[in-house]
């Protein structure tokens, strides 16, 4: 998604604007999308939410899936337009990113200088003549450090997952054309684990505020079928598998 990121800096984009557009075909290529903890409930009812290993952190990350096969978004018309109600903000906060800066626990705005949605003549612009930031970058720090706030609190949800072993792969068959393609790399909850808990360790879970995701999660993975219908195939060519353990076999890990 993000092609030439650069810290966002009056010397360096005293000039640029930002265009506001529905046009989504930078993201046309991405099938999975990282969403936090807060936004399951709203992406639940349009993505199945499962998880990826993400090896160089030793963590698992939940994603909406929006395709069935990588490189293909079915959400993204040719025309660019999102055919969800519900769009991932990391999606959304496209061209800006948040990341790490040198010194420990700051962070930095950045832009990307590749997009199309950086103009020298149409939008709102990122600074006024004096070289303070406008409206638009402090929206956009505020709504980056919430971003990064609930961030914070995904990690600790996937953690607490790990650390009670409540992740078993899945693996997806689908038939398309008398083909079975089967899509492997995906986790989920094992619901079964969850039903033999302790009344402590669910209420904890409870405490915890975890609740709401889990079942969110767990009811998302019926919206296998949407994307079998948007890829045209019917809906009962999905079929769901994966009631082993967790493994640790070659995983896809989030771009």
């Not at 360096?12 to 290529?29: C, E, P, Y």
């Not at 990122?126 to 914070?152: A, H």
């Amino acid at each position: 998604m993000f092609e030439q990121v650069v810290p966002v800096n009056k010397e360096r984009h005293a000039n640029k604007k930002v265009r506001t557009s529905s046009d989504f075909r930078f993201a046309s290529k991405f099938h999975v999308a990282y969403v936090t903890v807060h936004e399951f409930a709203r992406a639940a009812a349009i993505y199945p939410l499962v998880f990826l290993e993400d090896k160089a952190n030793d963590d698992f990350r939940p994603v909406a899936l929006m395709g069935l096969d990588a490189g293909e978004n079915l959400f993204v018309d040719s025309e660019g337009q999102w055919a969800g109600s519900y769009i991932p903000a990391i999606i959304r906060r496209y061209p800006f990113a948040l990341t790490k800066a040198a010194e420990a626990d700051r962070y930095v705005v950045c832009v990307d200088e590749a997009s199309d949605l950086l103009s020298d003549t149409e939008g709102a612009p990122m600074f006024d003549e004096q070289g303070n930031p406008t409206q638009v970058i402090e929206n956009v720090k505020r709504y980056l450090s919430e971003l990064q706030q609930m961030d914070t609190m995904t990690h600790e949800f996937s953690k607490f997952l790990i650390q009670n072993n409540l992740l078993t792969p899945l693996n997806m068959r689908v038939n398309a054309a008398n083909q079975v393609r089967n899509i492997t790399g995906c986790y989920v909850i094992n619901e079964e684990r969850l039903n033999n808990f302790t009344d402590a360790k669910f209420a904890e879970i409870r405490q915890k505020g975890y609740l709401p995701a889990i079942y969110a999660h767990l009811i998302s993975l019926s919206q296998i079928e949407r994307l079998a219908s948007l890829k045209k195939l019917p809906a009962d060519a999905v079929v769901e598998e994966g009631k082993a353990s967790v493994g640790r076999a070659a995983k896809e890990t989030l771009q």
